[in-house]
C-alpha cells in the first residue's frame, strides 16, 4: 500500500514534466492550433477568449519585424536562449543594477504554452530548457506564427494578432500598417495598460525606434517569411 502512496504522484509529476515535451512535437503539425495557460484558465472561469488563427503567411511582415526587433532581435540566431543577453543580465545584477529581462520571443512562447504568469526564479529554471526543446523541435517560422497566436494583445480577453488587429485598429493582421504594427508590437508587455490606439508620448517613442529598426530588419528576419 505504501508503495502506490509513492507510485502514483510519482507517476503523476512524471507525467506532468513530459507533457511539455510531448506536446511540443504535435506542435510540429501545421493543423493543431495551441492555445495558451492563460486561454485554459480564462475558459475554465468563463472570461471571453477571443482568439481567431491565422498562419504567419497572412501576417503583414512589417509586424512580426516589429515584433522581432521590440521582442527579440536575434531570434533568428539563437537556439532558445540569448545566452549573450542573459550573461548581461546577470552581470548587471551581480553590480546591483536593476534588473531587466532577458526573455526571448522562444522563452515567451514557452511560458505562454506550458507556465504561467509573472516573475518568478522557478518559473524561469521551468522556461529555459522548455525554449531549448522548442528551438530544437519546431521551425523558427512555426515559434513565430504560434506565438503571434497566443500572446495576449488586448485587456478584455484578446490573444493573438488577428483579434488584437481587429480590436484595435479594425483591421486583418494583413492589412496593418508600418506604424500600426509598430505600435501592436510595443503594445505586447503590458495590453493591459499600453493601449495601441491611443498611445501615450511615451509609447510613441518607443514605436518610432521600433518602426525604424523594423524597416531596416533584413539582417534579423531572415528565418522568417518575406
Not at 510519482?10 to 504535435?26: D, K, M, N
Not at 503583414?60 to 543577453?85: K, N, T, W
Not at 550573461?87 to 511560458?111: C, N
Not at 509573472?118 to 530544437?136: C, N, T, Y
Amino acid at each position: 500500500m505504501r508503495r502506490r502512496w509513492v507510485f502514483y504522484p510519482l507517476l503523476t509529476l512524471v507525467i506532468i514534466c513530459a507533457l511539455p515535451f510531448v506536446l511540443t512535437l504535435i506542435y510540429r503539425i501545421d493543423a493543431v492550433r495551441p492555445v495558451s495557460t492563460l486561454m485554459i484558465a480564462r475558459a475554465v472561469t468563463g472570461d471571453p477568449v477571443d482568439r481567431r488563427w491565422v498562419e504567419i503567411d497572412d501576417v503583414a511582415p512589417r509586424l512580426y519585424q516589429s515584433v522581432l526587433m521590440s521582442e527579440d532581435g536575434q531570434f533568428c540566431s539563437h537556439h532558445g536562449i540569448d545566452l549573450r543577453e542573459l550573461r548581461a543580465v546577470i552581470d548587471d545584477a551581480l553590480e546591483g543594477e536593476r534588473p531587466r529581462g532577458a526573455s526571448t520571443i522562444t522563452m515567451q512562447t514557452a511560458k505562454n504554452l506550458f507556465l504561467w504568469s509573472g516573475r518568478s526564479f522557478v518559473r524561469k529554471g521551468l522556461e529555459m530548457p522548455l525554449a531549448v526543446w522548442i528551438d530544437l523541435v519546431l521551425p523558427k517560422q512555426r515559434i513565430m506564427e504560434i506565438y503571434l497566436n497566443i500572446a495576449e494583445w488586448g485587456p478584455s480577453g484578446q490573444f493573438g494578432i488577428a483579434a488584437g488587429a481587429d480590436y484595435h485598429f479594425g483591421r486583418q493582421p494583413d492589412g496593418l500598417s508600418a506604424r500600426q504594427s509598430a505600435l501592436l508590437a510595443v503594445t505586447l508587455p503590458n495590453p493591459h495598460v499600453r493601449d495601441p490606439a491611443r498611445p501615450t508620448a511615451d509609447l510613441n517613442r518607443v514605436a518610432d525606434v521600433i518602426q525604424g529598426r523594423a524597416a531596416q530588419s533584413g539582417g534579423y528576419d531572415w528565418c522568417l517569411p518575406d
